[in-house]
């Protein structure tokens, strides 16, 4: 069960084992989604329209540029910037998962409210994404230009691309995108919490299986609650993705149009007035298939070991 149910039967984990347990179903699915991650930065940083029927730029669609990501770069491309990124999924999921736990474990104790309530985990989902992200946002930078680079590499590794970007452009350059991310991440994880316990609540209401974790309710809940907060929030992501990449352009000339942006606000207004409303959707096929794969096996793994973890410590109580 994903947050603090006082009824649950059994042992109670922390927030620690909690954190454990997330780190873990980070760390698997980010070894499973990396591909798409790759193949979903390209189209957002794309200038040039998206699109088999009106090509004008690299990349026209989903197989069409995993195609050629593939011919020119190899297979070992659709997992460039795989070790920030799993740096970044271990550290995101261990915080965002022990503060939700924290969080929720708080309102069932500090208030009348009931911590099992879709929308409490909506207010606790956003929270808990924000603190993590204050928290990892330079591995995201990271992550992304990494994954945004083609040949030849303007970053050769991770300690390379550290001391780049910290000498080019100082420490705030790890911060680049953050309100767009912050403004995003609170309504989108947000959205995962509650669309996921919304949907478990439902599932179980017509299954005599009950609550369970770890298996293919959670995966199927976790799935759809993506799509969904995936659709709803997705343009911050873009402007996150643009303003990631200021200051490294010569490594994106190669693949069509760069911009400029001074901002948050100027990004939005740079790519509406020159993109149209298309625009703040590129990338959305990919980011959708990502979305379902990502916060289904988010869930199912997470669920997963906190039920392994739990079932180990009744075995080791009544030893």
Known sequence: ?????????GI??????????????????RALINPLDVVKIRFQLQIERVSYLHPEG??????????????????PAFWKGHFPAQLLSVCFGAVQFATFEFLTEAVHKSTPYDSQTAGIHLICGGLSACSATLVCQPLDTLRTRFAAQGEPKVYHNLRHAVSTMY????PLSFYRGLAPTLVAVFPYA????????????LLSKNSEAGNSGGNLRS????SAAGVLSKTMTYP?????????????????????????YRGFVDCMVQIG??????????????SLVKAAFSTGFTFFWYEFFLNAMKNLKERQRTE
């Open 167 to 170: 000498r080019t452009s100082g």
């Open 273 to 286: 007035k020159e993109e149209g409303l298309r625009g703040f959707f590129k990338g959305l096929s990919p």
């Open 236 to 260: 911050f992501d873009l402007f996150k993705k643009r303003l990631q990449v200021g200051g490294f352009e010569e490594a994106r000339v190669q693949f069509g149009e760069i911009r400029h």
């Open 219 to 222: 995966l199927l809940c976790g």
């Open 1 to 9: 069960m994903v947050g603090f149910d006082p009824g649950a039967p």
């Open 58 to 75: 690299k990349y026209r669609g989903l197989l069409q540029a995993s195609r050629c990501i593939l011919r020119e770069e190899g297979l």
């Open 12 to 29: 109670v984990l922390s927030p620690e084992e909690a954190a454990l347990a997330g780190s873990g179903a980070g760390m698997v699915t």
């Open 190 to 201: 947000g959205l995962q919490f509650f669309f996921y316990r919304l949907f478990g609540q």
